[in-house]
């Protein structure tokens, strides 16, 4: 497709993901925590225990990115680094006490978040949006299985 950029959804969704990154990155400021830590954080809220393999595979990050963010949220005191009982091989990342109580605030960010970027949308345009953007990382999945995006 050739032609003005503008009308390209790949650009207004790069120019948007990153200003949205940008945006929470901001409001996660002053808390000394960046969107991919939270990103990692939300994983773990969901399941407790996850190895770092299953947060690379989740969040379709490089091993060498979830271990830098790893590091920092265990300096941090966020989590802890245990070896599996049946696989010592293996580390599971579990929340620490100060890292379970970052939740609740970091859901308030998100939900001021999603409440700016949605303004204006109706119910029904928020639901259609997700559903093309799904439709989107399902096309970019299955055409580009190699880099095993997820």
């Not at 399941?47 to 379709?60: F, I, S, Y």
Request: glycine fraction near 6%.
């Amino acid at each position: 497709m050739m032609g003005n950029e503008e009308m390209w959804i790949g650009y207004w969704l790069t120019k948007s993901v990153r200003l949205l990154n940008k945006f929470h990155d901001n409001k996660l400021q002053k808390y000394d925590l960046t969107s991919s830590q939270v990103a990692v954080l939300q994983k773990l809220w969901g399941e407790d225990g996850k190895t770092q393999k299953q947060l690379q595979e989740n969040l379709g990050l490089t091993p060498a990115s979830v271990s830098g963010i790893l590091d920092t949220l265990a300096n941090k005191g966020f989590i802890v680094r245990k070896h599996d009982e049946i696989d010592s091989r293996v580390n599971r990342i579990y929340l620490t006490l100060e890292g379970a109580k970052l939740e609740k605030l970091c859901h308030g960010i998100i939900n001021e978040i999603e409440k700016t970027i949605s303004d204006g949308f109706t119910c029904d345009e928020i639901k259609i949006f997700i559903a093309w953007t799904k439709k989107m990382h399902k096309n970019i999945c299955k055409n580009d299985i190699k880099s095993n995006l997820k």
